[in-house]
């Protein structure tokens, strides 16, 4: 029998890492390289560099693949991919993974897609940030058929993950698992950067405020609370976000709009979206990472969008 194929579509913060891994994993199994490909292909020389092939299009990834992973920003995005996967030939067989973050009803409208065409799909969006996924530590949060979740066993837990949480063959259940997760995500950023900046202006400041955040509510937290203190919530000119603000907005957009339509409401998640929105309007010449919230709260008790740390970094002078 011939050795499976596999392949990759999406080169962005998380993919870049998870797809090393995976060369790495396929690699030391003596495995056939990765196959991937990237809406900009030159992100992919990590990956070349390891050892993977570069491809020109989905179409070619799919073609050549038997299991194909993507994980690319939206919805809008999922459904280019999923189309063009379609549109390659004869995926009779094969299985596609797809590990962005996206709406309940855009995993069930791919999965039919899919599956009418003769694949199976696979919902696994994934919690942990760029660097998580650079360490090979994230959660996978797996649906679909049994027969396509026990094919891509190998890659996950171990490879790109240090667990997999299994929600069974529904995947609308794994992108709702993927938002409920999102919503402690961005209302615990909301809730720091609110406290940072009460600690500035207090007078308690951002290092003592970090220690109790690590010392209380451990390493992940105290994560965050170093976004704020890095300056990291601005990348520096040139680079680019770790979890970008427009994703953020994304995500929050599809919590409410589930909420709305279970009969609920999330109060913090609808705080957080205007901040959001208020950092990316006040400063739309650069990528801003999600928890440039700390700016728009900064503003709302007058201090400047920047901190002074950023201003340093970048040379612009420190607030006065
Ligand atoms: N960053 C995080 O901390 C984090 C954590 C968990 C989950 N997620 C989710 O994981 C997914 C990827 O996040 P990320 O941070 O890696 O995003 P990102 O850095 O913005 O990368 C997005 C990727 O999607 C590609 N893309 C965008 N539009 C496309 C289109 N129309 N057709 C084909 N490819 C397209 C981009 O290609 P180019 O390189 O050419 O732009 C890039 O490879 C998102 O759904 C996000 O919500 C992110």
């Known amino acids: 029998m011939a050795a499976t194929q596999v392949g990759w579509i ?80 004869n995926i009779n067989g094969k299985v596609y993974v797809d590990c962005s973050t996206v709406h309940p009803d855009t995993s069930v409208a791919i999965s039919k897609q899919i599956s009418e065409s003769g694949a199976e799909f696979v919902a696994a969006p994934v919690f942990g940030a760029s660097a998580v996924a650079e360490a090979g530590k994230l959660i996978f949060v797996t649906a679909g058929p049994s027969t396509a979740t026990s094919r891509i066993v190998p890659y996950l837990n171990g490879v790109m993950g240090r667990s997999v949480i299994d929600m069974g063959t529904e995947v609308s259940k794994s992108s709702l698992l993927k938002i409920a997760g999102n919503v402690c995500v961005i209302s615990f950023m909301e809730v720091i950067c609110e406290a940072h900046v009460f600690a500035e202006k207090t007078g ?36 680019k976000a770790g979890f970008d603000v427009q994703l953020a907005i994304k995500d929050i957009k599809h919590a409410l709009n589930s909420a709305t339509a279970a009969g609920t409401s999330l109060e913090v998640s609808e705080i ?3 901040h959001l929105q208020k950092a990316k309007s006040l400063v739309s010449d650069r990528p801003l990472d999600s928890s440039s919230i700390y700016g728009a709260i900064r503003t709302e008790a007058d201090l400047d969008f920047f901190s002074d740390v950023c201003k340093k970094r970048d040379g612009m002078g420190s607030e006065t």
């Open 10 to 89: 999406g080169l962005g913060s998380m993919g870049i890492g998870m797809s090393k891994n995976l060369q790495k994993h396929l690699s030391s199994t003596s495995a056939p390289p990765l196959i991937y490909t990237n809406r900009t292909i030159s992100r992919g020389d990590p990956l070349k560099a390891i050892g993977a092939v570069a491809a020109e299009s989905v179409g070619e990834v799919a073609k050549k693949s038997d299991i194909i992973f993507s994980c690319v920003s939206d919805d809008a995005a999922l459904r280019h991919v999923a189309d063009e996967i379609v549109a390659s030939g």
């Open 204 to 239: 308690l400041g951002p290092a003592i405020l970090e220690k109790m955040l690590g010392d209380m509510f451990g390493p992940i937290i105290e994560s965050y609370s170093k976004r704020v203190t890095t300056g990291a919530y601005v990348p520096e000119p040139g680079g």
């Open 272 to 274: 957080a979206l205007k």
